[in-house]
């Protein structure tokens, strides 16, 4: 499929002055007269060099590959819709649609936008965390960062013991349960060709834990509201978590909240000062 530069061109143009910096978690700043956001506005979001994406907007740039396109539709804001229209233009197929996907509906992004002063996260049905705001950072630590299965909290939870000093140890037992319960339901959904299934795949052999509780066959177990969270610097916090589906996209936003008053509630403010602590 050749790539459409004119079209990517004014497409890129016209999404770009459709949206403003309040719409991307920006700040306007006092003396601001461009309409539309500008292009290094877009370039940090979409994580690429402002002078790459220029020239995109030119027409003179490179053939972007797939994962720049992927990452500027999610910059943009774009819906689905949007997405596979940009991907065509790009010279690209686009990728599959719903729970296999990572691309945020423009909904979702647009709260979790607005919670920059609270901890939150989206997730995958599977655990992986497709985009935290500063304070769910400094919360759980930057996980985002992970690749391949390890992306998945659930796998990480088996095959990286380290991943559960994060969790009071109290919640330890029942929280194994909860992933294992939660891939047998997302694998019977999704098929014996899913990534969910190739996680089981992988962790049986893995983990005597793990094969003892497949064995079991349990499902239905769901996660409780109340999260015990063990900070490195801060210690316990008792949070509440509110859940938002995005049932096209079967993503969930995670958000994290105190008792007004409490001492958890006191330590969520300190989070925003002391920042993200470099997670083992």
């Not at 003396?31 to 220029?54: F, I, N, P, Q």
């Not at 349960?177 to 891939?183: A, F, H, K, P």
């Not at 079967?250 to 993200?276: C, F, M, N, Q, W």
């Amino acid at each position: 499929m050749p790539i459409d530069r004119a079209g990517l061109s004014e497409f890129l143009v016209r999404r770009r002055s459709a949206l403003q910096p309040e719409d991307v978690g920006l700040h306007r700043g006092p003396r601001r007269r461009t309409e539309g956001l500008r292009r290094e506005e877009v370039a940090l979001l979409a994580h690429m060099s402002t002078d790459y994406y220029a020239r995109l907007e030119r027409g003179t740039g490179p053939h972007p590959s797939e994962q720049m396109i992927a990452s500027i539709a999610q910059g943009l804001h774009l819906s689905v819709d949007e997405r596979d229209h940009l991907f065509q233009l790009a010279g690209h197929r686009p990728p599959a649609r719903g729970a296999s996907s990572d691309h945020i509906s423009p909904g979702l992004l647009r709260i979790l936008d607005r919670l920059q002063d609270t901890p939150a996260e989206i997730v995958t049905e599977l655990g992986e965390t497709l985009r935290q705001t500063p304070l769910g950072v400094a919360l759980t630590g930057e996980t985002t960062r992970f690749s391949g299965p390890f992306r998945s909290i659930g796998f990480r939870w088996f095959a990286d013991p380290a991943s559960r000093r994060l969790y009071a140890e109290s919640d330890h037992e029942f929280l194994s349960r909860l992933w294992v319960s939660g891939l047998r339901e997302v694998m019977t959904r999704r098929g014996p060709g899913s990534r969910a299934a190739r996680y089981v795949e992988q962790l049986l052999p893995l983990s005597e834990e793990f094969r003892a509780l497949w064995e079991r066959h349990e499902v239905g177990i769901r996660p409780q509201v109340g999260k015990n969270f063990v900070h490195p610097e801060l210690g316990a916090l008792e949070l509440s978590c509110q859940t938002l589906i995005d049932p096209v996209q079967s993503h969930a936003l995670l958000v994290y909240t105190a008792v007004p008053g409490s001492e958890s509630d006191e330590k969520l403010r300190l989070l925003s000062v002391i920042g993200a602590h470099p997670f083992a």
